[in-house]
């Protein structure tokens, strides 16, 4: 039987090119080896994630998951594109808990690990936890549950919080897209959308205070406790976009009847307004709260691939880290924990060029020995689920 679901036949260069650019924000956030503003605020680039997924789920899936089968072979193939290489970086983590271990048996004076629970939390990884807490970690890892709040610190792989939350949300859309009628899939879009951020917001203001001065969180910084909603506010507001009227480019000064000044001129504007406002968010927190929404925006403007920015982000380095940019994001803090390991000195430019030189090579061996061999597999096995007829898609490859 041949799959029911759409093939993904073209590419959105530009959002392959902002998860790259994503991708090595949350890299330089996690890292000594690079702090300034800018790298400070990277930890809302996992917004752009979510909003570049919804966007391309929903183009590409919406209005191909009208049954049961289908919606079995999606989750099959997301499982395919995320879990793999969720498991094999978990491993690689835990591999450096082991080198640490043994040689601190042997006597090596080991460096207190000072990233294993990411920026502001001590960490479940840190503590003296019980055997059953640590079969825990496990198990919610291995059913990527460990993002959905059942913890009260991040642990193992923290990066893979997201994962986790993505993850299930793909289910809550798949049973949206399934059960709601066509009219009113939009308007449940925009309700989820809305509810997911206003809750993310609340959460951050309420529960984490990240007003308080020299707080240890940062305003939408919600991740292990809350990020599912976090996740379900931005993958829904790209899911609304998705379906909007694409952005038009007459020429180099964009003019439009419709599109907002800020998306034209090739969305120009909006790259240099989310610097301002990482800056602005250096000294007020709050302003981090209004990054999501400029995001959502700035994928907007790029979503036909036209423009100036569009065309910067089609350029190879850029599509070049978009095709490793999962792999960059789920090995790169394993690959920390060995380098504090072996390379415990202060950091330095010099180690940090060979830091990202070894992470891009790891992630390039692993987008080709793990990624894309698992996802054709996964991609074909989830096939069975479909009917005979194959529709067809000029949405993005993902």
């Known amino acids: 039987m041949t799959s029911q679901l759409p093939r993904s036949s073209d590419t959105i260069e530009a959002f392959e090119g902002l998860r790259g650019v994503a991708a090595l924000g949350v890299v330089f956030i996690h890292t000594l080896y690079f702090d300034n503003f800018f790298t400070r605020q990277a930890y809302l680039f996992v917004d752009l994630f979510f909003l570049i997924s919804g966007f391309l789920m929903a183009r590409l899936y919406a209005d191909a998951l009208t049954t049961w089968e289908a919606a079995s072979e999606f989750i099959l193939r997301r499982i395919g594109r995320l879990y793999p290489l969720l498991i094999a970086s978990t491993l690689l983590y835990l591999s450096a808990k082991v080198v640490q271990k043994v040689l601190g048996a ?27 807490e640590r079969l825990a970690q496990y198990v919610t890892t291995v059913t990527m549950t460990h993002g959905l709040g059942f913890f009260d610190a991040p642990f193992l792989n923290t990066p893979s919080w997201s994962i986790s939350t ?17 009219r009113h899939r939009l308007g449940l879009f925009a309700v989820l959308a809305l509810v997911g951020y206003v809750i993310a917001v609340e959460a951050s203001l309420l529960r984490h205070h990240c007003l308080i001065d020299n707080g240890p969180d940062l305003c939408m910084n919600v991740h292990y406790d809350y990020g599912i909603f976090r996740c379900i506010g931005g993958f829904f507001a790209g899911a609304l976009l998705s379906r909007m009227p694409a952005p038009r480019f007459v020429d180099a000064a964009g003019k439009s009847s419709w599109l907002p000044p800020a998306c034209r001129s090739g969305a120009v504007v909006l790259p240099i307004t989310v610097v301002v406002l990482f800056w602005l968010a250096e000294h007020h927190h709050w302003v981090a709260l209004l990054v999501p929404p400029v995001l959502a925006m700035l994928v907007y403007s790029v979503s036909t691939d036209t423009g100036a920015f569009a065309r910067l982000l089609r350029r190879k380095p850029f599509q070049f880290l978009g095709k490793v940019s999962y792999s960059v994001y789920l090995l790169h803090w394993p690959l920390m924990q060995y380098f504090e390991i072996f390379v415990p000195s202060r950091p330095n430019p010099i180690v940090a060029i060979v830091f990202v030189a070894v992470l891009l090579g790891l992630s390039w061996l692993s987008y080709n020995r793990i990624e894309r061999p698992a996802r054709d597999w996964f991609r074909r096995f989830a096939a069975r689920f479909g009917e005979p007829q194959r529709l067809r898609s000029k949405a993005t490859s993902v």
């Open 106 to 132: 042997a006597g090596v004076a080991m460096p207190m690990l000072v990233h294993d629970a990411g920026p502001g939390h001590t960490g479940a990884s840190t503590l003296a936890i019980t055997i059953g």
């Open 166 to 182: 993505e993850f299930y949300t793909y289910i809550v859309f798949a049973l949206v897209c399934l059960l709601a009628p066509v």
